[in-house]
């Protein structure tokens, strides 16, 4: 069990543990989805996936099917049962999986987006959420950012939607000035951008790597790639300048890449800060104000004093967020993940960091 200061549900009552940045949960149904959708998207819904890149022995655990059958991740009362209820969640952030950043006509991803929002909206915020434990994040199709706008500003005012989230597959790096409707609707209801793989080289989404993959093991091991491009993307185009209240959170894309990334960017933009001068300070600078990165995949080397210089390294305190993946096949467990850390960097991960970033203490 993991040992925190205590947070309030909605119902009031005092809730304690760690904060999960990363668990997903799905409709039991395509007709779940389906039903919030009119036509003629209804009839042109065929459900989500990812092709070719799909695991193929099993994306999620094999212990985490719902003992009433069903997909993992779509029942509530077995999802706290082996969850919540096992490592004391505070707070599970939900993060569904609608893949729609994938589809050439930009009106039906928005509508997917859109009824993905009105489901969990009903459900996993409402329905299933009595003690406030779910929190929420808006799906938004980027490929069309101004319609990304509007759904932002649908559900800003929601109790439990907590953050935005799309997927790292795009067309063109985030940094680049026709995603903004998006990112000044974030900083006008500070709601953070969760940006998560899935779509990468997907439908009309360009692959990080160069060409295609070959197998899933190749495009899982690289899902970092695009995290990076976006993240020096949003810090030399000058978004952090431009909208200084806009929040990032990389979710699932590695950790241990950020230290080198930023020391070499820093370096570079030390001889070429010419080229930007709207980036007013060393890139580094911008991370503890504006990004935070989930803990899920961890890198853990055999040696556990490499992983802690690299969370030294990574300045895991202050922007590290634990994350466990579930009910994926990759899951991390709370009590497995890391090794002994040092309290108060225990503390910051599993709890205090996610708690500030999202405005939950």
Same mark, same amino acid.
Not at 11 to 31: A, F, K, N
Not at 253 to 260: A, E, K
């Given at each position: 069990?993991?040992?925190?200061? *205590?947070?309030?549900?909605?119902?009031?009552?005092?809730?304690?543990?760690?904060?999960?940045?990363?668990?997903?949960?799905?409709?039991?149904?395509?007709?779940?989805?389906?039903?919030?959708?009119?036509?003629?998207?209804?009839?042109?819904?065929?459900?989500?996936?990812?092709?070719?890149? !799909?695991?193929?022995?099993?994306?999620?655990?094999?212990? =985490?099917?719902?003992?009433?059958?069903?997909?993992?991740?779509?029942?509530? /009362?077995?999802?706290?049962?082996?969850?919540?209820?096992?490592?004391?969640?505070?707070?599970?952030?939900?993060?569904?999986?609608?893949?729609?950043?994938?589809?050439?006509?930009?009106?039906?991803?928005?509508?997917?987006?859109?009824?993905?929002? /009105?489901?969990?909206?009903?459900?996993?915020?409402?329905?299933?959420?009595? /003690?406030?434990?779910?929190?929420?994040?808006?799906?938004?199709?980027?490929?069309?950012?101004? =319609?990304?706008?509007?759904?932002?500003?649908?559900?800003?005012?929601? *109790?439990?939607?907590?953050?935005?989230?799309? /997927?790292?597959?795009?067309?063109?790096?985030?940094?680049?000035?026709? $995603?903004?409707?998006?990112?000044?609707?974030?900083?006008?209801?500070?709601?953070?951008?969760?940006?998560?793989?899935?779509?990468?080289?997907?439908?009309?989404?360009?692959?990080?790597?160069?060409?295609?993959?070959?197998? $899933?093991?190749?495009?899982?091991?690289?899902?970092?790639?695009?995290?990076? =491009?976006?993240?020096?993307?949003?810090?030399?185009?000058?978004?952090?300048?431009?909208?200084?209240?806009?929040?990032?959170?990389?979710?699932?894309?590695?950790?241990?890449?950020?230290?080198?990334?930023?020391?070499?960017?820093?370096?570079?933009?030390?001889?070429?800060?010419?080229?930007?001068?709207?980036?007013?300070?060393?890139?580094?600078?911008?991370?503890?104000?504006?990004?935070?990165?989930?803990?899920?995949?961890?890198?853990? *080397?055999?040696? !556990?004093?490499?992983?802690? =210089?690299?969370?030294?390294?990574?300045?895991?305190?202050?922007?590290?967020?634990?994350?466990?993946?579930?009910?994926?096949?990759?899951?991390?467990?709370?009590?497995?993940?890391?090794?002994?850390?040092?309290?108060?960097?225990?503390?910051?991960?599993?709890?205090?960091?996610?708690?500030?970033?999202?405005?939950?203490?």
């Amino acid at each position: 069990m993991i040992a925190t200061q *205590p947070q309030t549900g909605t119902s009031g009552t005092q809730r304690q543990g760690l904060i999960d940045c990363d668990v997903h949960v799905y409709p039991r149904s395509i007709d779940e989805i389906k039903q919030y959708m009119e036509m003629p998207w209804r009839a042109r819904y065929r459900g989500g996936g990812r092709g070719f890149f !799909d695991n193929p022995v099993h994306g999620s655990r094999l212990d =985490a099917v719902p003992p009433g059958g069903g997909p993992s991740g779509s029942d509530p /009362d077995f999802l706290r049962e082996q969850l919540l209820d096992t490592f004391g969640h505070a707070y599970a952030i939900l993060l569904p999986r609608a893949f729609c950043n994938q589809h050439p006509d930009p009106d039906l991803g928005t509508a997917i987006a859109a009824a993905y929002n /009105d489901w969990l909206a009903d459900t996993w915020l409402s329905k299933y959420n009595q /003690d406030g434990v779910f929190k929420g994040s808006i799906t938004i199709a980027h490929q069309d950012p101004q =319609a990304a706008a509007r759904e932002i500003e649908r559900w800003a005012d929601h *109790p439990h939607f907590i953050q935005v989230m799309t /997927d790292s597959g795009a067309r063109a790096h985030f940094g680049q000035r026709h $995603y903004y409707p998006i990112y000044e609707m974030c900083e006008k209801y500070n709601l953070p951008l969760a940006i998560h793989p899935g779509t990468d080289g997907m439908g009309i989404n360009i692959q990080p790597s160069p060409g295609y993959p070959t197998h $899933y093991i190749e495009w899982h091991t690289c899902l970092s790639l695009s995290f990076q =491009a976006h993240l020096v993307s949003f810090i030399t185009e000058g978004v952090f300048e431009r909208f200084p209240g806009f929040k990032v959170v990389l979710v699932e894309g590695g950790v241990s890449w950020l230290p080198g990334l930023m020391w070499r960017l820093d370096a570079e933009w030390k001889a070429l800060r010419s080229e930007v001068p709207w980036v007013t300070k060393r890139p580094s600078e911008y991370l503890r104000d504006h990004v935070r990165i989930s803990s899920q995949p961890i890198e853990r *080397p055999e040696d !556990d004093k490499q992983l802690l =210089a690299m969370l030294d390294m990574l300045d895991a305190e202050h922007l590290l967020m634990f994350a466990s993946d579930y009910p994926h096949w990759d899951f991390d467990s709370p009590t497995h993940a890391f090794p002994k850390l040092p309290q108060r960097m225990h503390d910051r991960i599993f709890r205090e960091n996610a708690a500030e970033f999202y405005g939950l203490s």
